[in-house]
Nanobody, 123 residues
Framework: QLQLVESGGGLVQPGGSLRLSCAAS????????IGWFRQAPGKEREGVSC????????YYADSVKGRFTISRGNAKNMVWLQMNSLKPEDTAIYYC????????????????WGQGTQVTVSS
């Protein structure tokens, strides 16, 4: 089981930005497709974004297209999610997860995921 750690969440005003990080504590992430999903209280998990193993493809939920960007850092144990133009409906706990391939929809069936990081968008 791969240990993942998310960080970078916090409180931000609507229209603001945050950058979330996903790190493997004991290994690199270049062997996996890495996705982000989020869950708000009382709501089902929502797949947000994913980057392929080859780094040639990225995927975004319609709700975040044009606002969020997923990328792999120079360090192979790091994946980033840049979130711009944040909206109150983006408020959720954000999780990163490992996949063999990126799920076509939703959060899929990840191998591993972290503890999550809270993102709150409010005035």
């Amino acid at each position: 089981q791969l240990q993942l750690v998310e960080s970078g969440g916090g409180l931000v005003q609507p229209g603001g930005s945050l950058r979330l990080s996903c790190a493997a504590s004991r290994s690199t992430l270049d062997y996996y497709a890495i996705g982000w999903f989020r869950q708000a209280p009382g709501k089902e998990r929502e797949g947000v974004s994913c980057i392929s193993v080859s780094n040639s493809n990225t995927y975004y939920a319609d709700s975040v297209k044009g606002r969020f960007t997923i990328s792999r850092g120079n360090a192979k144990n790091m994946v980033w999610l840049q979130m711009n133009s944040l909206k109150p409906e983006d408020t959720a706990i954000y999780y990163c997860a490992t996949y063999m391939v990126c799920p076509t929809a939703g959060s899929g069936s990840p191998f591993d995921w972290g503890q999550g990081t809270q993102v709150t968008v409010s005035s």
